[in-house]
């Protein structure tokens, strides 16, 4: 039996409560190195996504309290310690999207001002990604958020389906994009009777490639409409006018640089037979849903005798739920990576796929160091 000394006195230990003692201090570091999980915003439409990803996940929501001063300040409040630990901020994006910034930037730094071991921003829409271009004289803002993200704290972020890939490149942490279309998919082949008369339909030659992983995933036909009604975000202008629009200049005149033809359009048709099939429009974001609703007319014309639109964001601004319900769509089936309950009230042909189980297995994966491969099989690049 060992002799060890405390304080000048000798004392008997044995061996095993030696092990009981370096057991009872691992397993305190093994406690002090847990994961929370936050929401950045406390209103209930909000937390509804962070309360069914703990629930997977079997633990609490985190303890913190999120609200606007009389002068529309955001405060946060973090109730609980959060030191050494791996901690998760959920932000689903509301209407107002830069006060959902704004909270989830106070709440970052906050956590990192508490000593948090990793802040992770699981951000399911992540906002502004459309600005992801230079256009005209304006700015790239997806590339700020991205900076500003990584200077209120977060060290890694979970977000799904970005509008394009290219926006991981912004940040200089890691991103993890998840997908979709799986669940999207099963809906498809679970809830849309004879499916096997479908055909996926890109509404724009921009989206011809999401629509070609859709029909070959279900082994289906696939169409696409172009023409002057849809304006690609390829087609817009970038502002700088170069080549200039006139050949006269005050300056060296021995320059000659051809001038760029402008396009034009030629009339909106359909690449692809739709007549007697069901017509599956596939995007990744559906917000003003003018370009859905006039499609879905063309499709109609062209014999198709239903009209699904897949799309992972929900966003259904403005007068969207009504003019979906005026028109020949027969059904909107959306993620619920934004919250989109008031616009369900209003038009019965939404429906919502929950994609929560996916983003609470990242969570726990990342937690636990593991590899977050399994959540990307089969997924190819131009996916």
């Not at 309290?65 to 994006?93: A, C, Y």
């Given at each position: 039996m060992p002799i060890?000394?405390f304080g000048?006195h000798r ?6 409560q030696?092990?009981?003692?370096s057991?009872?201090y691992r397993k305190?570091n093994v406690?002090?190195s847990g994961y ?10 909000c ?8 629930e997977?996940l079997g633990?609490e929501?985190g ?6 001063e009389?002068?529309?300040?955001t405060?946060?409040d973090?109730?609980e310690?959060?030191?050494?630990q ?9 209407r107002?999207v830069?006060?959902?910034i704004m909270?989830?930037l106070v ?5 990192k001002?508490s000593c948090?071991?990793n802040?992770i ?10 600005q992801c271009k230079?256009?005209k004289?304006?700015s790239?803002?997806c590339k700020?958020l991205?900076?500003?993200l990584?200077?209120?704290g977060l060290?890694?972020i979970?977000?799904?389906?970005l509008h394009q ?6 940040f200089?942490?890691?991103?993890d994009?998840l997908?979709?279309s799986p669940?999207?998919i ?18 724009s ?12 995933r279900?082994r289906l ?13 390829l087609d817009m202008?970038?502002g700088r ?7 006269t200049?005050?300056?060296h005149?021995?320059l ?5 033809m402008?396009?034009?359009?030629p009339?909106i048709t359909?690449v692809g037979?739709v007549g007697?099939?069901?017509a599956i429009i ?25 009209i699904?639109i897949?799309a992972?964001h929900?966003l259904?601004?403005a007068?969207a739920?009504?003019l979906?319900?005026?028109s020949?769509?027969?059904e909107v ?5 934004v919250p989109h309950?008031?616009?369900k ?7 919502t796929v929950?994609v929560?189980?996916?983003?609470a297995?990242?969570?726990?994966r990342?937690h636990?160091?593991e590899s977050?491969?399994y ?6 690049v131009d996916?």
């Amino acid at each position: 039996m060992p002799i060890r000394r405390f304080g000048g006195h000798r004392s008997l230990v044995s061996h095993s409560q030696t092990s009981k003692l370096s057991y009872g201090y691992r397993k305190m570091n093994v406690s002090k190195s847990g994961y929370r999980v936050f929401s950045a915003n406390s209103t209930a439409v909000c937390t509804e996504l962070a309360k069914k990803i703990t629930e997977r996940l079997g633990v609490e929501l985190g303890r913190s309290v999120v609200f606007q001063e009389p002068n529309s300040e955001t405060r946060v409040d973090v109730k609980e310690s959060v030191r050494g630990q791996d901690i998760f901020i959920i932000q689903t994006i509301p209407r107002d999207v830069n006060t959902a910034i704004m909270e989830l930037l106070v709440m970052a730094y906050a956590l990192k001002t508490s000593c948090a071991n990793n802040i992770i921003g699981v951000i399911p829409y992540f906002p502004y990604s459309k600005q992801c271009k230079m256009r005209k004289r304006g700015s790239i803002v997806c590339k700020l958020l991205a900076t500003m993200l990584a200077k209120a704290g977060l060290t890694h972020i979970i977000t799904m389906d970005l509008h394009q890939k290219e926006i991981q490149g912004f940040f200089s942490f890691p991103v993890d994009n998840l997908r979709a279309s799986p669940f999207l998919i099963q809906y498809i082949q679970e809830e849309i009777p004879d499916y096997r008369n479908a055909i996926i339909v890109a509404k724009s030659p921009s989206a011809a490639k999401r629509a070609q992983s859709y029909a070959e995933r279900l082994r289906l036909g696939l169409a696409v409409m172009h023409g002057e009604a849809h304006h690609s975000e390829l087609d817009m202008a970038d502002g700088r006018q170069s080549p200039p629009l006139s050949r006269t200049t005050t300056g060296h005149t021995g320059l000659e640089l051809p001038l760029m033809m402008a396009k034009e359009k030629p009339p909106i048709t359909v690449v692809g037979d739709v007549g007697g099939r069901i017509a599956i429009i596939v995007d990744d974001i559906i917000d003003d849903v003018d370009d859905f609703v006039a499609a879905a007319e063309i499709l109609k014309e062209r014999g198709a005798y239903k009209i699904y639109i897949m799309a992972t964001h929900g966003l259904l601004s403005a007068d969207a739920p009504r003019l979906i319900e005026e028109s020949a769509i027969d059904e909107v089936v959306v993620t619920n990576t934004v919250p989109h309950e008031m616009q369900k009230l209003q038009c019965p042909k939404i429906k919502t796929v929950d994609v929560s189980m996916i983003l609470a297995e990242a969570i726990r994966r990342i937690h636990n160091g593991e590899s977050m491969a399994y959540l990307f099989r089969n997924i190819a690049v131009d996916d």
